[in-house]
């Protein structure tokens, strides 16, 4: 036989084994790239409810401070007009009270201030009487509004925060202090009985959105 016809002869030693084929190489791919995906999938889901939780915990803390600084604020005027507070003075009662009258928050002192010189003034007059009864319903009706404003200013930055659950349940407890004068004049009823039954359900971004609605014609 000659050289030429060895030429077409199979090969009798089979190469080494190399690489895995191109199947093969395409599923380690795929899995690699589905991993690492997924890797970047769980690591967003981590940082975002990570930086939900401080949102959540910034105003929070937020919501807290303006509390304490307001009732401290509340606290001192009435530590300041109480040296005027007396059982034989009208002038300088009325005034004090009137003072008090003026800055809502202070409406909690008021009105223990107010319970106080009915209970201890024995002298007092009809008129005086009859005077601080009235302001004792006005001041009602400001702790009333009061509550119901913070309440509903809490919900309105949880909601603008993007945190339907918290907002939509300080929406609820605000329809619940709802003044019956705010109703009439600036909230859409309809949307309110929708929210209602929307939070009851709990649909609370959709809750979150209507009561927003309701509420939106309140300063």
């Known amino acids: 036989m000659s050289a030429e ?5 199979p090969d009798q ?3 080494p084994p190399g690489w895995p084929d191109s199947r093969n190489m395409v599923v380690l791919r795929s899995v690699g790239m589905f991993l690492l995906g997924l890797g970047s999938l769980l690591l967003t889901l981590v940082t975002y409810r990570t930086q939900s939780r401080n949102t959540e915990r910034d105003i929070d803390l937020k919501q807290r ?3 304490l600084q307001t009732n401290a604020e509340a606290a001192r005027l009435a530590t300041s007009v109480i ?3 007396g059982c034989s003075d009208d002038v300088k009662r009325d005034s004090a009270l009137r003072v008090l009258e003026r800055f809502l928050p202070a409406s909690e002192h008021a009105k223990d201030i107010a319970q106080a010189l009915v209970d201890r003034c024995r002298n007092l007059s009809l008129q005086a009487r009859s005077e601080i009864s009235d302001y004792q319903q006005r001041n009602a009706l400001q702790q009333q509004q009061l509550e119901f404003r913070r309440v509903l200013t809490n919900a309105r930055e949880w909601k603008r925060n993007g945190h339907d659950g918290p907002a939509a349940r300080l929406f609820y407890q605000a329809r619940s202090l709802l003044p019956e004068a705010y109703l009439s004049r600036w909230v859409d009823a309809d949307e309110l009985e929708l929210a209602r039954v929307a939070y009851e359900e709990a649909r609370f971004p959709e809750a979150a959105d209507r009561f927003d609605r309701a509420f939106r014609r309140i300063p």
């Open 5 to 9: 016809d060895d030429w077409g002869a």
């Open 13 to 15: 030693h089979p190469s």
């Open 65 to 67: 401070t303006f509390d």
């Open 83 to 85: 040296p005027f507070l």
